[in-house]
């Protein structure tokens, strides 16, 4: 975890409390997919636009800049701090404001899973999504031309599709052998670390 990030705490979204297995996770999701679309300015950056993934429990959420920043020692960290799972919600490849960056963020995970295959933790701890890019929508604006905004409801539909597969790979799966997993959500909240750098190195 980036140690300079600032955590909030937020109340847990509702989903159906019989769907959660009640293990702690950790998801590092791109900052500019799945939200309106916006042209530069010289006002800064807003404050990014979380999906309502609907977690029927508490999560630990990293918004990163790009995810094709990631390192491993991010996601091994990740699980060595309690995470039973860990996911990575990316841009569509073709729209990533990095180019490369979740085309990047796709190989890493390939390695991942593959050391944590050696290890003995498995390789479906952890997991790749996608979600809408915005960078042809940011770049039309900035040119002046017209965007097709997404659709919240369409946004929303993606997300549940994607804690619904978590939810599910989570039931499937046997406790982490790297300790046992602490009670999550013991304090009913759900921790956002989000890491508001913008550079434009994405290695």
Not at 1 to 14: C, E, F, K, R, Y
Not at 75 to 103: I, R
């Amino acid at each position: 975890m980036n140690p300079d990030a600032a955590t909030i705490s937020v109340q847990p979204l509702g989903a159906p409390e019989q769907a959660s297995p009640r293990r702690p996770i950790t998801v590092f999701l791109c900052a500019n997919c799945a939200r309106p679309a916006r042209a530069a300015t010289s006002a800064g950056y807003p404050r990014p636009v979380v999906p309502n993934f609907g977690w029927p429990w508490p999560v630990r959420q990293a918004l990163v800049s790009c995810t094709g920043r990631l390192q491993p020692e991010h996601v091994l960290k990740a699980f060595e701090s309690g995470s039973e799972a860990v996911c990575m919600v990316a841009c569509q490849d073709d729209n990533c404001h990095y180019l490369e960056g979740s085309k990047r963020c796709a190989r890493r995970a390939a390695f991942l899973r593959s050391m944590l295959e050696e290890i003995g933790l498995g390789g479906d701890r952890l997991m790749l999504f996608h979600l809408p890019g915005t960078a042809a929508e940011d770049m039309a604006l900035g040119s002046g031309r017209p965007v097709e905004a997404f659709s919240a409801a369409t946004v929303d539909l993606l997300a549940a599709k994607i804690r619904d597969q978590v939810v599910a790979t989570l039931r499937a799966l046997p406790p982490s052998p790297l300790h046992k997993a602490p009670a999550a959500g013991a304090d009913g909240d759900t921790h956002e670390e989000v890491e508001f750098s913008h550079d434009d190195n994405c290695n």
